[in-house]
T-cell receptor
Framework: DAGITQSPRYKITETGRQVTLMCHQT?????MFWYRQDLGHGLRLIYY???????DKGEVPDGYVVSRSKTENFPLTLESATRSQTSVYFC??????????????FGSGTRLTVV | DAKTTQPPSMDCAEGRAANLPCNHS???????VYWYRQIHSQGPQYIIH???NNETNEMASLIITEDRKSSTLILPHATLRDTAVYYC??????????????FGQGTILTVHP
């Protein structure tokens, strides 16, 4: 099915473990983004990517690593999870045209709990 | 990107028009106004965007003042399912910002019967 999918939907992990959140989109959108949303707060940008092999830091990149070897995938890795990384993570994508005709499309989110 | 200011909360009766204001007094000439909403626990949903002309789609209308320093999102006939947090975001289309979206606190719209 066309769209943007995130996996897993829910994840519980222990402090210090590495965990990877997956994001896959079927439109071949150039741009992809990772946001986190903490309870009672707005979304904050972690990392973004303009194309395969092109990534850049957002507002809150510390403790996260991204890669983009294929256009359709944009995994987010927490190298050593901390309790402060407990959050809901949203992936998004958009087209690469100069005019943002239809805005971003967001995934359904991954709810991560670090214990 | 220009900063936006929205009221923290608003109420609206079902079936009535919901008018959500947004101030963006420092908007620059190449920046667009975008509106998104987030229904509880879901990913944000794109509603509408505009540069300087008023815009309308199947979901809403966007009215941008002539000086572009403020805008209003209009949901013409609000339903209970429109209860959500509404975000007004200003961003440019490309360049070094890649059209990044910077989310503020938004407006919590509650539609009541």
């Amino acid at each position: 099915d066309a769209g943007i999918t995130q996996s897993p939907r829910y994840k519980i992990t222990e402090t210090g473990r590495q965990v990877t959140l997956m994001c896959h989109q079927t439109w071949s959108h150039s741009y992809m983004f990772w946001y986190r949303q903490d309870l009672g707060h707005g979304l904050r940008l972690i990392y973004y990517s303009a194309a395969a092999d092109i990534t850049d830091k957002g507002e809150v990149p510390d403790g996260y690593v991204v890669s983009r070897s294929k256009t359709e995938n944009f995994p987010l890795t927490l190298e050593s999870a901390t309790r402060s990384q407990t959050s809901v993570y949203f992936c998004a994508s958009r087209t690469g045209t100069a005019v943002l005709a239809y805005g971003y499309t967001f995934g359904s989110g991954t709810r991560l709990t670090v214990v | 990107d220009a900063k936006t200011t929205q009221p923290p909360s608003m109420d609206c009766a079902e079936g009535r028009a919901a008018n959500l204001p947004c101030n963006h007094s420092t908007i620059s000439g190449n920046e667009y106004v975008y509106w998104y909403r987030q229904i509880h626990s879901q990913g944000p949903q794109y509603i509408i965007h505009g540069l300087k002309n008023n815009e309308t789609n199947e979901m809403a209308s966007l009215i941008i003042t002539e000086d572009r320093k403020s805008s209003t999102l209009i949901l013409p006939h609000a339903t209970l399912r429109d209860t959500a947090v509404y975000y007004c975001i200003v961003t440019n289309a490309g360049g070094t910002s890649y059209g990044k979206l910077t989310f503020g606190q938004g407006t919590i719209l509650t539609v009541h019967p």
